[in-house]
């Protein structure tokens, strides 16, 4: 279902600035032509004051009303030579009350208007009887209203600059109610849709289809609970067919889910209450008559976008009624569906005993927000006014660099010289908004148009890069992994990091940004860290910071079970502690598996390893690291013996349960793009696999959905344990995983300081084993011991 409405029927698209239609261009501006005095049918003084006239302009258009001066004040009609009119109040020469507009097509608004514009409580009818009735702002539908459709269908809820966006209601001519969220127009967050037969769904939405959790229920009976991904049943969930009874305890689970939000309770919105207002919003970006660039279901009819949904949603959830069981004992079933299709169904018991405490545990992490990485900063916390500062600073570098045209980089756009530094005093300025922190601030931003285009270059929209590090949500703050003491910050949707950095890295990342934004653009695969910004901030009486964004390597529906950094040296490269857990970080010593990878998939990871160590070693960098990233299937399905499968897309969907494999199922390439999850901030070509014929592939995970596979995102694997020499194990253990991979801290040159460090740590130790060596040593080093971790299929 998709409730967006086209920006042709907006009653602001217009380029004609004394009025505004939605179909005309204007060859005139009113303010212009009432400057250059009316031409009257008979003589006025215009020193004369408040007086009644008519008068005919040079281009045509006629005025018939009061006047102060020549210019029309108070009521009048004006008639423009194209045949549109408007008839109503009128201040200092622009429409300003009540008044009426007709335009040659049969377009009617009758309302309230502001300084020429439509703005306040109004009506405006379409030709083919497309009625809206309430807000407008600066033309544009804005706030509480509703309107009915050509064919039938209607809409009541709020709107912002001329798109349905909050908690609103839409009715459908075929009697299907949608009662919910909308953004951007469309079923966007918690609601509710009633089908006409009586079926609901309550649950989550995303961009117009069920995403999330919900709860599917037929009007003759039965329900199902479970979770759904972009419009397909997809994990483990519950179905209660007609005669079960629902346990006590999970309809408590579902009234919590309520009360936490996670599923729609429509007792709590009233749409009074949400009008959404504006007053900060500002219009100077805002382009009237230009539609942004939507997928092609986006631009269809609304009547005929939901014709092709409903059948989408209906064979979905459409169970038979020959599939609901009759007897009066109805057992409830646990069913696990892969991307649509049911994979497994075993059968509950029909009574329920007292629920074990493992089971209670169980129930309380359903409902349980997951534990996100991180402190969160709040108000209180040390890093509190230094990440306002930075949200603020970030919100400003972006804003100012976004809307100059783009370019090629050029040699000015590097070094020093090419930053540029805004004082952000507490209480404001002309240039800055008055911020929330405790003192004054500096900010610095260097080498704003390269980060921009590096950020153009992954496809980091500029809006979502603020949203993501600026909005609402705080940033939380990470425990430093290493020895250098810098404080890493996450932001709320794990797609970027934020690390402080010593002035020597900054140097360094200076230095070397022309070679990097070359090596990066030429090597699409590249999986060296990806940098978008490097700032500074310095409050008035206080330290500066120094920082750069970066991609969060780890941004993946996947739980990331255990990571590794690996260097290829051997002193003190092992972890202290000694409970180990998913946030530990390991080292070369800890790590005690291979990892054997499709055979063109390891020639192409290593190729590019080279590529890029080589690119380090010619700018003088060493002690960089592989950041490696395990993920571990389900426990109970952990050993495979049986290696990566490929099924085709027709298998994937008709093959039964009992014929998926044990082991990772690869299938060919989605022909629907929206159906795969593709990793944040990548770049370059898919993986193709040999069993495939050389096709690209997707993985396919069992409860999370078909993921994107490139080099170093979502690549599967197999894990085998590798024996010490004290261990005599016959039977090594096999793993599926799930690998994510890149190569991090690039800032480190061998400077003055490491050589010392160097030949101070060869006297007391193996010059093999220190990580501190030069970096023609270091990369040969770090290549060799790459190729042991992934060595070649047996």
């Known amino acids: 279902m998709s409730a967006h409405i086209e920006t042709s029927d907006e009653p602001g698209n217009t380029t004609c600035s004394g009025r505004s239609g939605p179909y005309h261009e204007g060859s005139c501006n009113l303010e212009q032509i009432l400057s250059q005095g009316l031409t009257p049918s008979s003589s006025l003084d215009p020193n004369a004051g408040f007086r009644v006239g008519e008068a005919i302009l040079p281009n045509g258009d006629s005025y018939s009303g009061t006047l102060l001066g020549n210019t029309p004040e108070g009521s009048g009609k004006y008639i423009w030579s194209d045949g549109c009119i408007y008839d109503g109040e009128w201040r200092r020469g622009m429409r300003h009350g009540v008044g009426k507009t007709v335009w040659p097509d049969g377009c009617i608004y009758e309302g309230e208007y502001s300084g020429g514009y439509m703005h306040g409580t109004g009506t405006f009818i379409r030709p083919d009887n497309l009625t809206y009735k309430g807000r407008f702002k600066l033309n544009l539908k804005h706030g509480l209203g509703s309107q009915i459709y050509p064919n039938g269908d209607a809409f009541e809820g709020p709107w912002i600059q001329g798109s349905i966006e909050g908690h609103g209601k839409y009715t459908w001519c075929n009697g299907n109610v949608y009662e919910g969220n909308m953004k951007d127009g469309l079923m966007n967050g918690k609601g509710i849709l009633t089908w006409k037969n009586g079926d609901t769904y309550e649950g989550n939405w995303l961009n117009g289809i069920m995403h999330g959790y919900g ?7 039965g329900c199902y609970v479970g979770t759904w991904t972009r419009g397909l049943k997809d994990g483990k969930g519950v179905f209660y067919p007609k005669g079960s009874i629902m346990p006590a305890t999970h309809e408590l689970s579902i009234n919590v889910l309520r009360k936490r939000g996670l599923l729609p309770d429509l007792r709590r919105h009233s749409l009074g209450s949400r009008i959404l207002h504006s007053s900060t919003v500002d219009m100077g970006n805002i382009k009237v008559g230009v539609t942004n660039d939507r997928s092609r279901l986006k631009n269809m009819p609304l009547e005929r976008r939901w014709s092709l949904e409903g059948a989408m949603i209906e064979k979905i959830v459409g169970d038979s009624e020959d599939q609901v069981p009759t007897e009066p004992i109805v057992p409830i079933l646990e069913r696990e569906y892969m991307q649509g299709v049911l994979i497994s169904e075993v059968v509950m018991s029909g009574t329920f005993p007292v629920p074990s405490k493992k089971t209670k545990r169980r129930q309380k992490k359903m409902v349980r927000d997951i534990k996100k990485p991180g402190e969160t900063i709040i108000k209180g916390h040390k890093s509190y006014d230094l990440m306002l500062s930075l949200q603020l600073g970030i919100r400003y570098t972006v804003g100012k660099i976004t809307p100059i045209q783009k370019r090629e980089v050029r040699s000015s756009d590097f070094g020093r010289r090419a930053s540029f530094w805004m004082n952000f005093p507490k209480e404001g300025s002309q240039l800055t908004p008055p911020h929330r922190a405790q003192e004054d601030f500096k900010w610095k931003d260097y080498c704003p148009m390269v980060f921009r285009n590096l950020r153009e270059m992954f496809k980091i929209d500029a809006a979502d890069y603020m949203m993501s590090i600026c909005g609402d949500a705080a940033l939380r703050e990470l425990s430093s992994p290493g020895k250098s003491g810098s404080v890493f910050f996450l932001s709320q949707d794990d797609r970027f990091m934020i690390k402080t950095l010593r002035k020597s890295e900054v140097q360094v990342l200076l230095r070397m940004l022309p070679d990097y934004y070359h090596h990066v653009k030429t090597y699409d695969n590249t999986l060296i860290t990806k940098f978008f910004g490097l700032h ?101 399905h952990l050993q495979s013996h049986r290696g990566l499968a490929v099924l085709s897309e027709e298998d994937a969907q008709e093959d039964e349960a009992g014929s998926y494999p044990y082991g990772l199922v690869l299938v060919q390439r989605a022909n629907d793009e929206n159906s795969v999850v593709v990793g944040p901030h990548i770049r370059g070509s898919r993986l193709r696999a040999s069993a495939a014929g050389f096709e690209e592939v997707d993985l396919l995970l069992p409860g999370t959905a078909r993921l994107q596979i490139q080099l170093g995102v979502n690549m599967p694997a197999r894990a085998e344990h590798v024996l010490s020499e004290d261990e005599t194990q016959q039977v090594h253990d096999v793993y599926d995983v799930v690998l994510y991979l890149g190569i991090i801290d690039i800032l480190q040159d061998y400077n003055i300081s490491k050589k010392i460090e160097h030949a101070y740590k060869s006297f007391q130790f193996d010059s093999v084993s220190i990580s501190v060596v030069d970096p023609d040593f270091y990369s040969r080093r770090f290549l060799d011991f790459i190729q042991t971790i992934f060595p070649e299929n047996p």
């Open 215 to 221: 709860v599917y229920t037929w009007n003759e009976g």
């Open 536 to 636: 500074r901030v310095k409050p008035s009486s206080g330290q500066k910071f120094r920082f750069v964004v970066m991609g969060n390597m780890f941004c993946t529906e996947l739980r990331i079970h255990r990571r590794f950094d690996l260097k290829g040296s051997s002193l003190g490269r092992s972890t202290d502690k000694i409970e180990i857990d998913e946030n530990t970080t390991l080292k070369d010593l800890d790590l005690n598996y291979s990892f054997y990878l499709e055979p063109s998939w390891r020639e192409a990871l290593l190729k590019q390893i080279e590529i890029d160590s080589k690119f380090l070693e010619a700018q003088r960098i060493m002690d960089y690291s592989l950041l490696l990233g395990v993920h571990y299937r389900a426990p109970q």
